[in-house]
């Protein structure tokens, strides 16, 4: 905001207009292709929308889409909390390795994740076999959707929560403690609602993630078939006109609630303003 | 009533080394020294936010070194206030009292009571990022002072404030200490604000503790030419003491003859002479308590209320702007700089 002030009255120099000009190809790419997709599907062919709505097998793909990536996004939230925390809060040897390890799912391909979730959580699997004791089966099951979700979205909550949590003055927290606050209180009371803001922004962005996963899940768990699996299936099955409705229908349901949430969670970060 | 014994500390580039200090009770104490002494890192031991390395803390005889800081009833206030964001003013000042379980009903006729001595009462809704600095930091003294603490560590508070506001806030400090009696640890690199304040002060330098004493003590009669230059002592000359008659010594440098009170009888002393004693005059003021130098203007720096003029023989005077004037000195000019024996502070080199 105090940025978007100072620039009030400066002269602009070409640089800006010509930078601006530049940089509206990629938002015009972006917007294009959605908006191309969504016209299409939305004025020209509005009956295989409805009938795409009608679908069970559709709108049960989207349901366990959302559903999957809200379960792993709850997992993310509570694993990720407190290692961004302490990635935040402290210095130790090979914490810069810890934090390329948290980066890992983003830059490895995705097919790459995908196999390597399989070999590690088949039934056979280093982990797989121990979980299926315990009667948690991944292959071709939500929970192997769930995990494969958490694999390449958990990143995004940490980084984001970690922001949070570095924004807060750790000088706050030790007037804190100096008041009589443990380390546990500090931090629920003090870092925790301070950081919050970031930490809904980093679960959606995780939750949005997960939602678009599809390479890392279809080698692990194929069936039952998440929004993006029966999009790529309808696609090579139907082509666009079987595929377009669903990627059109999901993008809408995943908007909508973007939106829904962020007018929820905007208000939260307010008080973080100091002068 | 707080005893460090021998801290030794590291935290990142900050250092402390060997530090020894007892501050009494109800004593106002102040820690003086340059940005990067240590001197934030001293005081988060005191707090209990950092283990010392080695060394003891020690609270009423007792030792308080592995005590976590929640337990050790000490206030901080901070430069930056580091006031709870997301909470009101009122809820800040009673954050304290909640964390020790103080009842609802005594708890806020205490935040009442002590809004009424910060005078902030009116503040009591608001956030704090609404607050200007020095209603912020009556807020953080406020919510330190609450918890009736046994000690109040103050980090540089007046610091990020302008001077109007840290001198009402200087008296407010006073006026605050005097009244609750509370023993207070002030940290700051500004020498009038230790002046002002402190019952005692100690100079740290480089994770050290180089010199404990009364402000007096420490701005007249520094023991080291660090400290002498840190707290503004500007003229320090090397010399030999010749001889000494009932208590003033006669003390030979390069340039000039200086008679000093010490009773120190010969060897080589440093003198120490702090500018503002420094009189300028056209002609010689021959007394014998006085010492008279003769010397040309080389420089004459203007800053603001005060002028300093150096002298060709390294005698700097710190004088008003009005005297400089009527007195109409311009570089080249030569002048008397007098002072008396008694504004000559020696110490062994």
Redesign the interface.
Known sequence: MNGRQALKGVKRHPTSLIFAIIGSFILIFAILTIFNMVFRQLVLEPENLVKAICDPMVMGSIGLTLYSSFLATVIAIILGTPLAYVLARHNFLGKNIVESLVDVPIVIPHTVAGIALYGLLMSKGAVGTAFSNLGIVFEDSMWGIVAAMLFVSAPFFVNAAREGFQSVDPNIERVARTLGANQWQAFYRISLPLALSHIFSGAIMSWARGTSEFGAIIFIAFYPMIAPTLIYYRFTTHGLTGSQPIAVLLIIICFVIFMVLRVITKRWGQHRVSP | MLALENISHNFGEFSLKRVNIRVKKGEYFVILGPTGAGKTLLL?VV???HIPREGQVLLNRSDATAI???K?????V?Q?Y?????MTVEKNIA??LK??KIPKKEAEVKVREIMGTMRISHLAAR???TLS?GEQQRV?LA??LV?DPEIL?LDEPLSALDPRIQETLQEELIRVHRARDVTTVHVTHNQTEALLLADRIAVMMDGKVVQVDTPQGIFNKPTSSEVADFVGVENIVIGEVKSNEGGVAHVETEDFDISALSTYMEGRVKAFIRPENVTLSRTSLKSSARNNVKGRIVKITDLGVTVRIQLDKGVKALITKNSAEELGLKIGDEVYASFKATAVHLSRT
């Open positions: 988060e707090a209990g936010l976590p800081p929640e050790r009833n000490i206030g901080f901070y930056n580091s006031l709870f964001p997301h954050f304290g964390m020790h956030h704090p990022h600095g953080a919510r330190a918890i560590l």
